[in-house]
């Protein structure tokens, strides 16, 4: 049975439920539409229109997407009102899906696991029973485990402050800046401001997402390799 790895992700004001698994340590960290399963509770419109929207705006293929029907307006629903969704999920996405992103806020409960833990591994009773002191504690730091608000927006704060645009000019080495057309994490918009910053270096947009070198390295190694070759050899490629 595979277990999926859960996105962290976030649209419109409802959000998107998520947690962490694991599902190919090899490729942990690259993921790119095709990898990425949505799944909708029928029940709930305000999913359906938040799951539509996220698969549109990443282009996630349909084939990736999986209706189920789960209970609406309480924060956690029994194993057997769980498993016959999970099931569908299982038995409807294709093999390529490596994470999955849920779209609704409720219910996020599965009895005593995550929603979105139990989606990943199942509902293991043998795994409760061994660690319920574990999950106990757990849920119960979980709503002071974070960092206070003072300290997040500090950090926050600290990033932004934090600015060299001025200095990239003075930069004479060669330099490639290579952005990826659907990354969410560093929008293609930054790569071209950075190109627009340092108008001496060379520039190219490839497709595929934030992860892109590994889930399509051909396009990313040609274009570096070009590159260094011409550099090397004291020209421009």
Not at 168 to 179: D, E, F, K, S, W
Not at 198 to 211: I, K, N, R, S, V
Request: aromatic share 6%; with cysteine; hydrophobic share 45%.
């Amino acid at each position: 049975m595979r277990a999926h790895r859960l996105l962290q992700l976030a649209v419109c004001a409802a959000g998107l439920a998520t947690s962490c698994g694991l599902a190919a340590p090899h490729r942990a960290a690259a993921l790119d539409a095709r990898e990425l399963g949505v799944v909708v509770n029928t029940a709930d419109p305000y999913s359906v229109e938040i799951g539509d929207y996220y698969v549109r705006r990443r282009g996630i293929p349909r084939a990736n997407v999986v209706f189920v029907t789960l209970p609406v307006g309480q924060g956690e629903i029994t194993r057997a009102a769980f498993e016959p969704a999970r099931a569908q999920v299982q038995a409807n996405l294709p093999r390529s899906v490596q994470a999955l992103a849920l779209a609704w806020t409720t219910p996020y409960r599965v009895e005593c696991l995550s929603v979105t833990t139990a989606f990943a591994f199942g509902f293991d009773p043998a795994y409760v029973d061994a660690h319920e002191a574990e999950l106990d504690k757990a849920a119960a730091s979980a709503t002071t485990a974070l960092a206070p608000l003072t300290v997040t927006s500090a950090r926050v704060r600290m990033l932004l402050d934090f600015d060299r645009s001025a200095d990239l000019a003075h930069i004479r080495q060669p330099t490639l800046v290579i952005g990826a057309l659907d990354d969410a994490l560093i929008p293609i918009h930054h790569a071209r401001r950075l190109h627009s910053l340092m108008p001496h270096a060379d520039y190219c947009e490839l497709e595929g997402a934030h992860f892109h070198p590994r889930t399509d390295p051909g396009p990313f190694a040609e274009r570096v390799g070009r590159f260094l070759a011409a550099t090397s050899d004291g020209a421009r490629p």
